[in-house]
């Protein structure tokens, strides 16, 4: 088994990624800004990348790189990434990593992309400027407890008696359940037949923004909501609306609502060549989600 860095190893996805690799065999260090507080089941290791000195010994001896960080909440996260991922790429090949792998996120080469969208590419092409190999896993909305999409939805149907929706609503996405998120993720770890590719990954269905909430009402309250769709609404006045219901902050929301005006479905099945399995079901997802959540003690 291989020495493996987590980056964002506190994090929604990396928290559950750490000890999925320790359970595979993999000795694992778990980057954060405050290792002293770290209790997870991996080695706690300083850095940053937004100070990429912080990375050499980070990734000293590491043969494979985790790269689960971006600055969604940040006006300025484009530049911000595209800093990041070129100083972690540089920095791993000194260190004479491997194999990098990254989260991104899925959506057609020949859509207009939304700028989180966009950006989630150019990180893609930044990790492997300087010659490590990159294997990408391109996904829609992770579903899982902690998760700022799904908390979006789980709020809103918690929330709201009835909703009114804006036309984005309407487009289709593939959301994906974060257990199968993990299980993609370990298993391309060191995976000779996944360096240097892209991946699409998604769960078994494919829903509107609408019908995930109508399935997530189904599961969570055993019933619909009345739900009413109209041909308008901004991202900003959603995010404003989102910020109101949810809690979740106004840039975070409106960089994530301006992607779902983008169809993100899954076209290529090829990670099943590479990590077989059957995706589980969104209702699926969704009970787990819950489950988790009241699992963890008040």
Not at 124 to 149: F, H, M, Y
């Amino acid at each position: 088994m291989s020495t493996v860095l987590v980056t964002g190893a506190t994090g929604f996805v990396g928290r559950r990624l750490v000890p999925g690799l320790v359970q595979a065999g993999h000795e694992v260090r778990a980057m954060t800004r405050r290792p002293f507080d770290y209790a997870g089941p991996a080695d706690p290791v300083f850095g940053d990348v937004a100070e990429p000195t912080s990375l050499r010994e980070a990734l000293d001896g590491c043969e494979i790189a985790f790269y689960l960080v971006h600055s969604l909440d940040d006006h300025d996260f484009e530049r911000k990434d595209a800093d990041a991922a070129r100083a972690f790429g540089a920095a791993a090949a000194r260190a004479g990593v491997r194999q990098i792998v990254y989260l991104g996120g899925l959506g057609a080469e020949d859509e207009e992309l939304s700028p989180h969208l966009r950006s989630r590419r150019e990180v893609e092409t930044l990790l492997g400027q300087a010659g490590v190999p990159v294997t990408v896993l391109r996904a829609a909305i992770v579903v899982g407890d902690g998760g700022i999409s799904w908390e979006m939805t789980r709020q809103l149907v918690h929330h709201l008696p009835a909703m009114v929706v804006p036309k984005w609503a309407a487009t289709r996405t593939q959301p994906i359940a974060i257990d199968d998120v993990v299980r993609y993720l370990v298993g391309v770890a060191g995976h000779a037949d996944a360096f240097d590719r892209v991946f699409e990954i998604g769960g078994a269905d494919q829903l509107s923004y609408l019908g995930m909430l109508q399935e997530a009402a189904q599961v969570m309250r055993g019933r619909r909501l009345p739900i009413m769709q109209l041909p308008i609404g901004t991202p900003l006045l959603s995010a404003y609306w989102i910020k109101l219901i949810t809690g979740v902050d106004v840039v975070t929301a409106g960089n994530l609502i301006e992607s779902m005006r983008t169809e993100v479905v899954q076209r290529d099945h090829a990670i099943r060549e590479v990590v077989p399995g059957e995706p589980l079901t969104y209702a699926e997802a969704v009970r787990r989600a819950i489950a988790e959540a009241d699992a963890v003690p008040a």
